[in-house]
């Protein structure tokens, strides 16, 4: 059985067209990462990436025709390792691999999540990489760790509605990018305990009595 892994995936940088980044191009989309960490979306100027890079504008034109292409491009070819799902033989082994996965992977793109974070909200095409290539790729790991426990008639009793399962994923990014509270080792082993793992409660049981507020 294989452990959580993370790999470079060697895909095409979605922002641009062609071959793959050559190494002044990567140099250019490091250069404009730093850019953004720094300044932060509307902070970005190519003047300032160019003047970096001892570059010019037709270097940068040439290749991305907008700085929404040249941060794009930045973004999602700096956020290329991809999370591979874990394979223990165990259910909460496995979740707390992969939880511990996304945990690490936010960790040091953080800083990129930051700084991106209010033009996901005004790209669309920012907005669907995050929600599709990110957020959905997690998901479906999820699901596929869920799987193997079915099959191996691990999950039974702590079966959930779907929705919980995305608890992990979306507690761990709310904590590395919105809150500025980076989760901890802990944190996971937390939430796959006390809430993924936990036992339902008997019908009845932790319910408000009547009256209450």
Known sequence: MSSVTTRDTGRRDP????????????????????????????????????????????????????????????????????????????????????????????????????????????????????????YLDRRRLMEEILERARARGELGAVDREDELWDLMPGYLVFRSVIAGRPPSARTVGELVDRFLLAQPAPDGEGQRPKGDA
């Open 15 to 134: 922002g641009a067209a062609g071959a793959d980044p050559t190494a002044r191009e990567r140099e250019l989309l490091a250069l404009t990462l730093d850019v953004l960490r720094e300044r932060g979306y509307d902070g970005l100027t190519i003047d300032e990436v160019v003047a970096r890079a001892r570059a010019s504008k037709t270097t940068i034109y040439r290749r991305w025709p907008s700085k929404g292409e040249l941060v794009f491009a930045a973004v999602t070819w700096g956020i290329r390792d991809e999370v591979a799902a874990p394979d223990t033989g165990e259910l909460r082994a496995d979740l707390i691999a992969l939880g511990e996965a996304i945990r690490l992977q936010l960790d040091r793109h953080a800083s990129t999540f930051v700084a991106v974070l209010p033009e996901i909200r005004n790209s669309r095409r920012l907005g669907d990489w995050f929600a599709r290539d990110f």
